[in-house]
């Protein structure tokens, strides 16, 4: 395997750190090729603006996407950028390793795929005719290749469950999940959720380095989550919307988008 991990935290002693440590340390005495992105000690620049065009002119109005699609095609995008993009175009698997804050990822790992999944790279590739709308949501330039997340948190795991306060941890996930591992094309495998970190002793830690490493050891068996693809007959073109009748009977929200076997 050629794994890519991107990671945001900024403690190096920090539990997700160690984790970090641990299952890469793991997989590569398997023989796999590790690259990890550590954002906070590359100090990677978390804000789009103008100056990550380099061929922007400079009284031009900014439209992020045009923007980042012409700078792309001309190969005018800042290095620190080119150089994350090379490294997910050798990767054929994804990790995003962040712990949850606010609901969400860190602002560091935001500002990656803000600046990283530019227009005409990792997504706006497809054509769009009257049966098709573009290449996303199961297809696109990250085709072939598996993701998944890697995240502590907090909680507990029914404070995330379906009738928990914070809601279903797999709908905080759904945004990252399918709206940018899936939607660029990715086989987007059951995030690993490591509960309660802030409380774990020498005992939990080792449950959650066996929990990730039993994923890598495992990988091949890993059924990835059956999002229905965006072009294949589920749903209505253009208004994107699912056909009814698909869903499950009280199946509503985000569950209407996985298709049960």
Known sequence: MKVLVVFAHPEERSFNKSLLDSYVKHLESQGNEVKVSDLYKQNFKA????????????????????????A???????????DEMDKLVWADTIVFHFPIWWFGMPAILKGWVD???????????????????????????????????????GGSVEQYSDRGINGPIDH??????????????????????????????????????????????KFDSVEPINYRKQNFGDYEIPSLRLKEGLELPNESGYDIHIAKK
């Open 72 to 82: 792309f095609a001309a190969k005018q995008l800042t290095p620190d950028v080119v």
């Open 115 to 153: 600046r990283v999944f530019a227009c005409g790279f990792a997504y706006g590739t497809g054509e769009y005719t009257a049966t098709r709308f573009g290449d996303r949501y199961g297809e696109g330039i990250f085709a072939g290749k598996k993701a998944f997340v890697v995240t502590t948190c």
């Open 47 to 70: 804000v789009v603006d103008r100056d990550d065009f380099l061929n922007l002119d400079k009284d031009a109005r900014l439209q992020v996407a045009s923007a980042s699609y012409g």
């Open 172 to 217: 905080v996930l759904f945004t990252i999940n399918h709206g940018l591992l899936f939607y660029t094309g990715c086989e987007v495998l059951p995030a690993i959720v490591i509960h309660r970190t802030d409380g774990r002793k020498e005992e939990g830690f080792k449950e959650a380095v066996d929990l990730v490493n039993e994923r890598f050891d």
